[in-house]
């Protein structure tokens, strides 16, 4: 069976490395096991820790976005119903000759 490393397997999902471990570190998606390469601990993915962690992105992934258009989703809806209105022009300004 073979192991990814974590930027591997964020390609593998679509998704940055970044963000990965950003999840990780908040714990919104599982670790894999820890493997010791010389001084560097990494983390070794498997196909099976993709697939599980590949379920979890849609319920967590822009979580803020969402929150965002459940927020102003009624506001839009009630600002498109008034009449839009033209910005009036702006009279012009005589420039000074030099």
Not at 16 to 37: D, F, G, H
Not at 82 to 97: F, G, I, L, T
């Amino acid at each position: 069976m073979r192991n990814f490393s974590t930027r591997e397997a964020a390609r593998k999902l679509g998704t940055t490395q970044a963000s990965l471990s950003r999840y990780m570190a908040a714990k919104k998606i599982p670790t894999p096991k820890l493997v010791t390469y010389g001084r560097f601990r990494v983390h070794a993915w498997t196909e099976a820790d993709i697939e599980r962690v590949r379920k979890l992105l849609p319920k967590i992934k822009n979580g803020r976005k969402t929150r965002y258009e459940k927020k102003h989703s009624a506001v839009s809806t009630q600002q498109s119903a008034k009449p839009k209105k033209k910005p009036q022009p702006r009279a012009a300004v005589p420039h000074k000759k030099s």
